[in-house]
């Protein structure tokens, strides 16, 4: 029997991180990993500003979604995000998901990208989030559920230092989950050139 789901690709939209950034992030995650195993941490080079998540889509929707991209390139210049903070999702009482919070000074193209993604996507057939636009960093999401009091302070007392990085790409991303972790492969790639 044929099985649909083969044809299927699991893909993402994300502004990638600079190598420096991800290593600094490696460290601190080394840090919050000796305070709690509960928590599936994510590795270092796959952490990610993500703007849409598809889940599994086919093959010829993500055709679409690259002919729509280099449009993408002339909406905006590169442009400074700064990591300020953390948190996590949905409260402090009961985490799913720890993150780093990220935040743009004095200007507003990470919403301006956003939303217009979130527009031409709906264009295609493609929902939009209802969410609100929160812009972080996932960090790690909890396996189980223990007492994260002993992590949340650690977080609370040793922040990440405040740091501002300059996005100039945005990236298609295939996520292939595997039995060590989710391995990433760039689809296409836009760069900011206003």
Same mark, same amino acid.
């Given at each position: 029997m044929y099985d649909q789901r083969s044809t299927l690709i699991r893909c993402f939209i994300a502004i990638p991180l600079p190598t420096e950034i991800r290593d600094r992030i490696g460290a601190y995650l080394g840090e919050l990993k000796s305070v709690n195993q509960a928590v599936k941490w994510v590795r270092a080079e796959n952490i990610h500003l993500t703007l849409k998540f598809f889940g599994e889509i086919e093959a010829e929707k993500i055709e679409k979604i690259k002919t729509l991209l280099p449009a993408l390139g002339k909406i905006s210049s590169p442009f400074r995000l700064e990591i300020s903070g953390s948190g996590c999702f949905p409260n402090k009482k009961? #985490?799913?998901? =720890? &993150?780093?919070?990220?935040?743009?000074?004095?200007?507003? +193209?990470?919403?301006?990208?956003?939303? &217009? !993604?979130? /527009?031409? !996507?709906?264009?295609?057939? =493609? *929902?939009? /989030? %209802?969410?609100?636009?929160? #812009?972080? !960093? %996932?960090?790690?999401? @909890?396996? %189980?559920?223990? /007492?994260?009091? #002993?992590?949340? /302070?650690?977080?609370?007392?040793? $922040? =990440? $230092?405040?740091?501002? =990085? +300059? @996005?100039? @790409?945005? *990236? !298609?991303?295939?996520?292939q989950l595997t039995p060590a972790g989710a391995r990433y492969t760039t689809l296409a790639a836009v760069t900011f050139n206003l």
């Open positions: 009961k #985490p799913h998901i =720890f &993150w780093l919070a990220l935040s743009q000074q004095g200007s507003e +193209e990470l919403q301006v990208i956003y939303s &217009w !993604l979130e /527009d031409h !996507l709906a264009g295609l057939g =493609f *929902e939009r /989030d %209802t969410r609100k636009f929160s #812009p972080h !960093l %996932t960090l790690g999401r @909890v396996k %189980t559920q223990t /007492d994260f009091r #002993p992590l949340l /302070d650690r977080m609370e007392k040793s $922040p =990440f $230092p405040a740091t501002a =990085f +300059e @996005v100039s @790409v945005l *990236e !298609l991303i295939r996520s």
